[in-house]
């Protein structure tokens, strides 16, 4: 797998990082066995996807560690994260201190590559810069992290506002983006900054339901067609995206909407979830793919132009 360099912080990972929460939360959602879960870890490094994303709030950590047992250290890029309240209010800076050693503990790891306050929306991203960032630093002086992220709360947020906020300060290594080709606003908000500020970015939404489900596009694009988002004149409007697997273009809507995050300028990493070696590997392979032709890149573009309100959840 290609590998790239995720920004500032030097380190080499592959083009596609696992994701060990989403909807699928490494199998552990449909209730599969850990050692299932254990086998997509390994077989995801084995592929050159060698960041691998979790977090406290996916409780998949415990897993995550098993599985990077007796791996190298220095062979995978580790990523978690901790939200920023706890029962409905602003957790403080001793809880947040003390999560970040539960994680280390679950994981069975004495540092974390790159640790993130984990959905952060506008209203709290004072309290995350004022009382959680100066934890982040000294806990990165202390050598139990070595970067610093943060990842916004796509399905609830989609125009990128706590980003932006967050782009006015000079302490983040990492961001998590959401980005597809439904809502393809960070083109114009996010990533022009984080190129020049050299900020590395993960992509996460690159896939989520209404790419993956006919039904559930159809819902979408009916509503935002109604709404006045998008014009569906000239567009199947029962399937909308068929475009996208005329022969030369792509295999699936799955597969292209990959394509189309990975080859976007600014991003990274495109994160992907699940809980099968066999989809991780259709996944990857997808993820290795040259560009859409152009045709198809300029319909997406011109059909989902003005969109900023969804997430493709």
């Known amino acids: 797998m290609e590998q790239v360099t995720l920004g500032r912080t030097g380190l080499r990972v592959g083009v596609m ?7 699928s939360r490494l199998g552990q959602s449909q209730g599969k066995s850990e050692a299932n879960s254990i086998a ?9 996807a060698n960041l691998i994303d979790t977090a406290e709030a ?5 897993i995550v560690g ?9 062979s995978y890029v580790l990523s978690t994260k901790k939200g920023p309240r706890a029962n409905d209010k602003p957790i403080s800076a001793a809880d947040f201190r003390a999560g970040v050693d539960q994680s280390l503990q679950r994981l069975g790891l004495e540092y974390i590559d790159i640790f993130h306050v984990h959905g952060v929306k506008q209203h709290e991203y004072a309290h995350v810069r004022e009382e959680l960032v100066p934890v982040l630093l000294h806990l990165r002086d202390q050598g139990k992290i070595r970067w610093l992220g943060i990842t ?7 125009t990128h506002e706590m980003l932006v906020t967050a782009l006015q300060d000079k302490v983040w290594d990492v961001m998590m983006v959401g980005f597809n080709l439904l ?17 590395g970015t993960l992509c996460m939404f690159a896939v989520r339901s209404a790419l993956s489900d006919p039904a559930a596009l159809k819902e979408l694009t009916d509503k935002l067609a109604a709404d006045g988002e998008i014009d569906l004149t000239g567009y199947n409007k029962d399937a909308p995206l068929d475009f996208l697997t005329a022969p030369g273009v792509a295999a699936s809507v799955t597969e292209a909407a990959y394509r189309y995050c990975r080859h976007e300028p600014g991003i990274d990493v495109v994160l992907s979830g699940t809980g099968s070696v066999d989809h991780l590997e259709d996944n990857a392979r997808s993820l290795q793919l040259p560009p859409l032709p152009q045709e198809a890149l300029d319909r997406i573009n011109k059909l989902f132009a003005g969109v900023d309100s969804v997430s493709g959840n």
Do not use: C, M, W
């Open 17 to 23: 990082g696992l994701g060990a929460g989403g909807h």
């Open 40 to 48: 997509v870890v390994r077989r995801a490094l084995e592929l050159g």
């Open 58 to 62: 996916y409780r998949t950590e415990p």
């Open 66 to 74: 098993k599985a990077l047992q007796e791996v190298p250290r220095d």
């Open 152 to 158: 916004e709360s796509f399905s609830q947020e989609t």
């Open 183 to 199: 809502n393809q606003s960070a083109r114009d908000t996010v990533f022009p900054i984080t190129q020049a500020e050299n900020i």
